[in-house]
């Protein structure tokens, strides 16, 4: 049996602590300074309120300032902040996890760099700690829910040694849980953070149509598809662009599949196409974290730096674009068809 720290309660980290209980280690899980209700509710309960489920017995929480005793003797920390929570995560909790202990994140996106790249968070927290810690990263296509009602999934793990890859697939594969690993990080998280950006843009279809015929209407597959397939396009020249190899591409077009059909960033690209402005869209969902905005806005504004040097051009990314401008310039969505014909 071996020890497994949770940093970040949030429904992803959080449903990890089943396979991993379901192999018989110890699961400790700590709350940021933002999760003290609940820690408080696991504590109590048994149940998390978010992700709406019991967790398994036998799961440990703890509050923030108790997090050295969640850390004393741990074999793995698995980092379960949002993108948001990067930094934070960077500065405050690194340092804190004893020397050549594995971690590994759950954490989706890419951070700006001045001349326009764009870097995974992975290879940000590896430069604050030099070698002292192996960083690893989660991407696929698995929503938390379904993880922890024991649906199967596929993910890759990603990191730089695949020898801590093979150990980490030991200890969290199960006979639903299903693992493959990749040396690719740039490529796996590329394509699995871009995937958040996408999953928007698609469902502006979903909101045009309830917009034309209502809410609850007969949806329009065609368009939906249509954005999808532009997705896939531009999905694989970006992860081309920033170095990845061709097949993390289906990592993060089975990602994409599975966040089109529910969550956070569907429903505001939903909002959006029924014709709300970005700041009654962001009131309807009030208390959400919307990572898509993020990555959209990274993503254009590298871009557009690459482009000034030559390295790329924003004519190739006309979905992205057109979500930039929905996003950052509030222009009403009204999707950029002729742009995309030709394009593949």
């Not at 933002?34 to 504590?43: A, G, H, S």
């Not at 990263?137 to 829910?145: K, R």
């Not at 949806?219 to 999905?235: C, D, K, S």
């Not at 690459?306 to 929905?326: K, T």
Request: aromatic share 6%; hydrophobic share 40%.
């Amino acid at each position: 049996m071996s020890v497994i720290t949770v940093v970040g309660s949030g429904v992803m980290g959080s449903a990890l602590s089943v396979p991993a209980r379901d192999n018989g280690h110890e699961v400790r899980l700590v709350g940021t300074h933002l999760d003290r209700e609940i820690i408080d509710t696991v504590k109590a309960e048994g149940y998390h309120p978010t992700l709406k489920r019991a967790l398994p017995q036998g799961v440990k929480a703890f509050q923030l300032e108790e997090i050295g005793e969640a850390l004393r003797g741990t074999d793995l920390v698995i980092c379960g902040v949002n993108s948001w929570g990067v930094e934070w995560f960077g500065e405050r909790i690194l340092p804190l996890i004893p020397d050549h202990v594995p971690v590994l994140a759950v954490t989706k996106g890419l951070r700006e760099m001045a001349d326009g790249g764009l870097e995974p968070f992975p290879h940000y927290w590896q430069r604050l700690v030099d070698s002292r810690l192996s960083i690893n990263a989660i991407g696929g296509p698995c929503t938390s829910y379904e993880l922890a009602d024991r649906r199967h999934s596929w993910v890759h793990f990603v990191g730089e040694d695949p020898a801590v890859l093979r150990s980490l697939k030991q200890l969290l594969e199960t006979d639903y849980y299903h693992i493959s690993t990749s040396t690719d990080v740039i490529g796996v998280e590329a394509a699995v953070a871009i995937k958040n950006a996408y999953a928007l843009g698609v469902a502006f279809a979903v909101g045009l149509q309830e917009r034309e015929f209502g809410i609850g209407c007969t949806p329009a597959y065609n368009p939906q598809a249509a954005l999808f397939g532009q997705a896939a396009v531009e999905i694989t020249r970006f992860v081309k662009l920033l170095g990845g190899r061709a097949e993390s591409i289906s990592v993060g077009l089975g990602d994409l599949y599975v966040t089109i059909f529910g969550g956070r960033n569907r429903r505001l690209g939903t909002l959006l196409g029924r014709g709300l402005s970005m700041e009654q869209a962001l009131e309807e969902l009030k208390g959400l974290t919307l990572e898509g905005t993020m990555i959209i806005t990274r993503a254009a504004s590298a871009l557009r730096k690459l482009e000034s040097r030559g390295l790329a051009s924003m004519e190739d990314y006309p979905l992205l674009q057109h979500m930039d401008e929905v996003i950052n310039q509030g222009t009403p969505v009204s999707i950029p068809w002729q742009a995309f014909t030709g394009t593949v």
